[in-house]
C-alpha cells in the first residue's frame, strides 16, 4: 500500500460530473485510490475551487453534495493553508514567471512539499512541471 496522494480540482470535478471528459477514468482511478493509499489529502482551496466549478457547471446541489461527501469521510484530509504557505506560493509563482500556473495550484505545491507529498491525483499538467508525478 502506498502512503499519500494529493486530489487536485480536476479529479474532484471529472468524479463529480458525468459529463466530464475523464469521468469514467477518474472514478476508475479513485476506487483504486481508495484501496492502494493510506492517506488521502486534498485542501481547503481545492475544495473552494471544485464547488465553485461544480455549481456553475452542474448547479448547488451538486456542489453540495462534493462537500459533504468530503466533510463525511474519515479517508480524505483537508489541509488548510495560511498566511506562510501563501506567501510560500506566491514566492513560487514569482520564480516561475514564465509558467501559468495559477494561485491555487501554487498553493497546492507549497502544501504538498510541506507534507511530503510526491504524487498527486489530477488531470493538470502543472503538477508534472512542477516535480510531481500523477497517479
Not at 473552494?48 to 466533510?71: D, N, R, V, W
Amino acid at each position: 500500500m502506498q502512503e499519500i496522494i494529493f486530489i487536485d480540482t480536476s479529479a474532484w470535478a471529472a468524479i463529480a460530473d458525468k459529463s466530464d471528459r475523464y469521468h469514467k477514468i477518474a472514478s476508475s482511478s479513485f476506487k483504486k485510490i481508495l484501496t492502494n493509499y493510506r492517506k488521502i489529502v486534498t485542501s481547503n482551496l481545492v475544495l473552494s475551487e471544485t464547488y465553485t466549478l461544480l455549481i456553475h457547471e452542474l448547479g448547488h446541489p451538486a456542489g453540495m453534495k462534493f462537500l459533504t461527501s468530503l466533510q463525511g469521510s474519515s479517508r480524505i484530509h483537508i489541509v488548510y493553508s495560511n498566511r506562510e504557505i501563501e506567501t510560500d506560493a506566491i514566492k513560487f509563482l514569482a520564480h516561475y514567471s514564465d509558467q501559468d500556473f495559477s494561485y491555487i495550484d501554487a498553493v497546492s505545491f507549497i502544501l504538498m512539499k510541506r507534507y511530503s507529498i510526491h504524487e498527486a491525483f489530477s488531470f493538470d499538467k502543472h503538477f508534472i512541471i512542477a516535480g510531481f508525478t500523477l497517479a
